[in-house]
């Protein structure tokens, strides 16, 4: 492999890494609230808001419907002005997150109505406040589905760090463009493809562990 480049490589799989970890802690932070308000407003459920909910529905859809390279340049403005940048680990964390907190809100929604509805009456007719209801019934019996839904998550902010790489987003795919696509230096490409294999591998194993964890103790 005459053209790799190991420190390179070690310093954008470190930029991989920190990129997918920040932009996973900012995702979680804005998500789960948000899917926690969605079901909540949803018919039927504990405050139920047809107007709110349909307003938070269509926004989250129309985010959702942009792929992700569009939305990427769309919001480089917002970018620049929340990072002072638009290249490298930091260019590349507001798009991430902006893309991947619809996707997460709506996985934390259809694992809420998962959860037995008899559940929640139950806790109701024991005078559980809503946060209570939401702490100690609805969390807890959707924890399963709520880190598999984390999980895949994580794997499609991994797919996001290899499109940011087109516009210098930097990491393995900013690599594996400049070297591997651009300059022909198929050996760079192949490291690049196998390290984010490999880290797509190791987070969907831990996520598994994880849910087949609490998945026993229910």
């Not at 499109?163 to 192949?190: C, I, K, N, S």
Request: hydrophobic share 55%; aromatic share 8%; proline share 5%.
């Amino acid at each position: 492999m005459p053209n790799v480049s190991w420190p390179e490589i070690f310093q954008a799989l470190l930029d991989t890494v920190i990129m997918v970890g920040g932009a996973f802690i900012f995702t979680v932070l804005l998500a789960l609230p948000l899917g926690v308000l969605m079901y909540l407003t949803a018919s039927g459920n504990l405050h139920s808001n047809a107007w709110l909910y349909r307003v938070m529905s269509l926004v989250i859809n129309i985010i959702r419907s942009v792929p992700f390279i569009i939305l990427l340049i769309t919001v480089l403005p917002l970018t620049a002005l929340l990072t002072g940048t638009t290249l490298g680990v930091r260019g590349a964390l507001p798009p991430m997150v902006i893309a991947a907190v619809p996707f997460l809100a709506r996985l934390v929604e259809i694992a809420l109505r998962e959860v037995d509805k008899g559940l929640i009456e139950s806790g109701q007719a024991m005078a559980a406040t809503t946060w209570q209801c939401i702490r100690h019934i609805l969390l807890p019996e959707a924890r399963p589905a709520l880190i598999a839904a984390a999980t895949v998550t994580a794997i499609a902010l991994i797919d996001y760090t290899a499109m940011a790489g087109v516009v210098g987003g930097g990491g393995l795919g900013d690599l594996a463009v400049r070297y591997g696509y651009q300059r022909f230096q198929t050996d760079v490409m192949v490291v690049t493809v196998i390290l984010l294999i490999l880290i797509v591998q190791l987070i969907q194993f831990a996520g598994d562990k994880v849910v087949l964890h609490y998945t026993r103790r229910r």
